[in-house]
């Protein structure tokens, strides 16, 4: 294949990618896996060069080359590429860059997201950082939260419980104890604070996430508030190591098997 042709296929991709924007959310993903799956048979030495080329000065195609980037996260170099894109990028561009690397759980991008955490000024991107770095769970990143457990206001705390949960650390265990026994905590958030709890070895915390299973919704004329009852089966399900599925009927399938153990 020459060089002309690699980056006139990667046109072709990114093209596509940018039309799945305006497309529903299960289109997109078709879009999205058909495409991207053509990009191995373009890998060589110049892909990052070739996508680049094929990027231009085109800012849609830049804004969805992240996803092309990320699928070459093996490819030597790759490291400076997202660097690049972090520093340069608006926004809501390096919302798109940080969103991927941790969907991906591209581990090897830790330290550049550390570094810029320190360094990026925009509220909503500092954000997205910690539910990344939280999702990756890196033991690098753990400073960060420490601080960030002794400093965030109690609406940013939902980031910060999902993080400890992940990490499952004794020094995290005041902070999860702090959520969970607060009376003004939202019950979703004193979930995971349980869950977190278990994963640590504070056992007495799995008889609230048993209680959880009955978690009802609740629904009036104008509102609607679902229950806790599958996020805690989730939790019982990753504390166990068992199976789980995102569906209602998945409560009763973990019910079930707690009474086949004991």
Not at 191 to 207: C, H, N, Q, R
Not at 241 to 252: E, L, M, Q, S
């Amino acid at each position: 294949m020459t060089s002309k042709e690699q980056v006139r296929l990667l046109k072709k991709i990114l093209d596509a990618l940018v039309k799945a924007e305006k497309a529903d959310n299960d289109n997109a993903e078709v879009i999205h896996d058909t495409e991207l799956s053509k990009l191995p048979a373009l890998i060589d030495d110049n892909i990052l060069n070739a996508v680049k080329e094929a990027i231009g000065d085109n800012s849609k195609r830049k804004k969805v080359s992240v996803f092309v980037f990320a699928e070459l996260h093996k490819v030597p170099r790759i490291e400076e590429v997202f660097l690049e894109l972090l520093n340069s990028s608006d926004p809501t561009d390096k919302d798109i860059i940080i969103q991927v690397i941790g969907l991906r759980k591209l581990k090897n991008f830790v330290p550049v997201l550390n570094s810029h955490y320190y360094k990026e000024t925009d509220p909503n991107v500092r954000e997205q950082l910690i539910s990344t770095l939280g999702t990756l769970a890196d033991e690098s990143s753990f400073p960060i939260f420490l601080t960030l457990a002794q400093t965030a206001d109690k609406n940013k705390y939902w980031r910060l419980i999902w993080a400890f949960k992940n990490y499952a650390k004794q020094e995290g265990k005041p902070f999860l104890e702090k959520v969970f026994c607060d009376k003004q905590s939202d019950t979703s958030d004193k979930v995971v604070s349980a869950w977190g709890l278990v994963k640590i070895g504070e056992k007495s915390y799995y008889d609230y996430l048993i209680k959880m299973l009955d978690d009802p919704d609740v629904e009036t004329s104008t509102s609607y508030s679902p229950g806790q009852s599958m996020r805690a089966a989730q939790a019982i399900c990753d504390i166990n190591k068992w199976d789980f599925v995102w569906h209602k009927d998945y409560v009763t399938v973990v019910k079930d098997r707690l009474k086949n153990a004991s």
